[in-house]
């Protein structure tokens, strides 16, 4: 099961820092993520951690995002930094082995999400 928290209503410009913890992260897996899904459009990737370090960022949050977990591997955090109106979205942590996840690809558990509203 994986749970986000830390999201929030916060001005343009704002910072918020968003959490997930989950049984799943108990061990390394090949791909963690962080997706949004704004009303009336498609879900889509924000920013990944593979296994071996490296992170990926969709375009428009590069900068501006990071994403990081804690040294036991069972929380994940996105600081999201300079927000924008049009970061507002629900936002959902997820894992995948897929060979596909560093494209994005492969991903089907999901938590509940977490509201992020920019004005």
């Known amino acids: 099961q994986l749970v986000e928290s830390g999201g929030g209503s916060v001005q343009a410009g704002g910072s918020l820092t968003l959490f997930c913890e989950g049984s799943?992260?108990?061990?390394?897996?090949?791909?963690m993520a962080w997706f949004r899904q704004a009303p009336g459009r498609e879900r889509e990737g924000v920013a990944l951690?593979?296994?071996?370090?490296?992170?990926i960022y969709a375009d428009s949050v590069k900068g501006r995002f990071t994403i990081t977990q804690a040294n036991a591997e069972t929380t994940l955090y996105l600081q999201m930094n300079s927000l924008k109106a049009e970061d507002t979205a629900m936002y959902y942590c997820?894992?995948?082995?897929?060979?596909?996840?560093?494209?994005?690809?492969?991903?089907?558990?999901w938590g509940q999400g977490t509201q992020v509203t920019v004005s």
């Open positions: 951690v593979l296994n071996d370090g490296r992170t």
């Open positions: 799943r992260f108990a061990y390394r897996r090949r791909c």
């Open positions: 997820t894992v995948s082995d897929s060979f596909l996840c560093g494209n994005w690809g492969g991903y089907k558990d």
